[in-house]
């Protein structure tokens, strides 16, 4: 299966001669200290251009602000979506691109600029997916953290909780793969040496897989308490007109409101 790759200035909208409109638009936005071809961006990058025939994909590339201090970093979050949000919107005027085609994906930090990308479209566009947000200087009501009124679905996969990820609810589906928090499988050993970077960059990797093996994360859903808790298992909320079958919902990719 072929894919391609053009690298142009997303400013230069003349350049982006490949792309389709009527396809959906996938938007990639890295997080803090990281760019275009950081080991958490390139995995789901190369999974869905090995799935070119279906979506067109372009990727923000903030490097200038994000390899700034944190602190400095975490005030530009807004600012920066919505630069990279008014550069979208003429790109989607000059093509013809509609709200409901475009889905927004972002990690850590990237995650809260995805967050504002979608506040500078009033919530319009279709969805936007927050890989691990980063959880340092942001709180459960930072009115720059991505949220659900940013699109018409938000979907939030956790996997670094209380480190440099976090634990609060953003979307209008949250997952909590190993129960959102760190070591996620395979970085035991490797959380101590990358400051849990690991553990950090499993939302991208999970994110990745779902692209190319749809059904490959299965989750149920839980009350909130449940599903951090490390120490019990997770029991589906109950209602009584549903059977345990109906609390199923996909993880990734094919993920909806459920």
Not at 28 to 40: E, P, V, Y
Not at 94 to 102: A, E, K, N, T
Not at 188 to 210: I, K, M, N, P, Q
Request: hydrophobic letters at 40%; a neutral charge; charged letters at 20%.
């Amino acid at each position: 299966m072929g894919c391609s790759v053009q690298e142009v200035n997303l400013e230069d909208i003349q350049q982006l001669s490949t792309i389709n409109p009527r396809k959906q638009l996938k938007v990639l936005i890295h997080g803090w200290m990281a760019n275009r071809d950081h080991i958490a961006t390139v995995p789901i990058r190369t999974a869905y251009l090995l799935r070119n025939e279906h979506n067109n994909l372009l990727v923000g590339d903030w490097t200038n602000a994000s390899a700034l201090l944190y602190p400095v970093a975490r005030e530009l979050v807004q600012p920066v979506g919505y630069r990279i949000a008014s550069i979208l919107s003429r790109l989607m005027h000059l093509l013809g691109i509609d709200y409901s085609q475009v889905h927004i994906i972002g990690h850590s930090l990237g995650a809260h600029v995805a967050g504002n990308v979608g506040n500078y479209f009033s919530g319009r566009l279709a969805r936007i997916t927050a890989l691990d947000p980063a959880g340092p200087l942001f709180s459960h009501n930072s009115r720059d953290a991505v949220g659900p009124r940013a699109a018409k679905f938000v979907d939030v996969i956790h996997t670094d909780g209380l480190v440099l990820g976090e634990l609060v609810p953003r979307g209008h589906v949250d997952f909590y793969p190993n129960h959102g928090v760190p070591p996620q499988p395979g970085c035991e050993t490797l959380d101590v040496l990358t400051l849990h970077a690991c553990s950090h960059y499993r939302s991208t990797g999970y994110f990745a897989e779902s692209i190319l093996l749809p059904n490959s994360f299965i989750a149920i859903r839980c009350e909130q308490r449940e599903s951090v808790n490390q120490y019990k298992g997770c029991q589906p909320v109950k209602k009584e007109k549903f059977s345990r079958t109906d609390y199923s919902i996909t993880m990734g990719e094919v993920a909806d409101r459920g």
